[in-house]
């Protein structure tokens, strides 16, 4: 079992920068980030496999950066040019590595197979 608890959310201005980290009980070697804002689906944002290989949902490339420190455990998501539309409450998920075999049609699944999540942390990006 692996056990995620996210942090670093808030508000912040649009153009403003935040740093979102995912502490993880355990290393896993397929990790993500999705958010999901009010009345809209699940958005795969970004994830990272074995440390190196990344994928970038279109909307966040150029502005955000996925990166994990294995010592720790936790990943992180560096969201810099933020925008009003990157509002959501942003979620940490975890796999084994199944999930990131295939990167892109996992991250745009409406049924992303990662058995492992966390409770989220809300962002806030106003004008």
């Known amino acids: 079992q692996v056990q995620l608890a996210e942090s670093g959310g808030g508000s912040v201005q649009e153009g403003g920068s935040l740093r979102l980290s995912c502490a993880s009980t355990?290393?896993?070697?397929?990790m993500a980030w999705f958010r999901q804002a009010p009345g809209k689906e699940r958005e795969g944002v970004a994830s990272i496999y074995t440390g190196t290989i990344t994928y970038y949902a279109d909307s966040v490339k150029g502005r955000f950066t996925i990166s994990q420190d294995n010592v720790k455990n936790t990943l992180y998501l560096q969201m810099n040019s933020l925008k009003r539309e990157d509002t959501g409450l942003y979620y940490c998920?975890?796999?084994?590595?199944?999930?990131?075999?295939?990167?892109?049609?996992?991250?745009?699944?409406?049924?992303?197979?990662?058995?492992?999540w966390g409770q989220g942390t809300q962002v806030t990006v106003s004008s």
């Open positions: 998920a975890a796999d084994r590595g199944l999930a990131c075999l295939n990167m892109t049609a996992t991250m745009t699944s409406t049924t992303p197979a990662f058995p492992f």
């Open positions: 355990r290393s896993t070697a397929c």
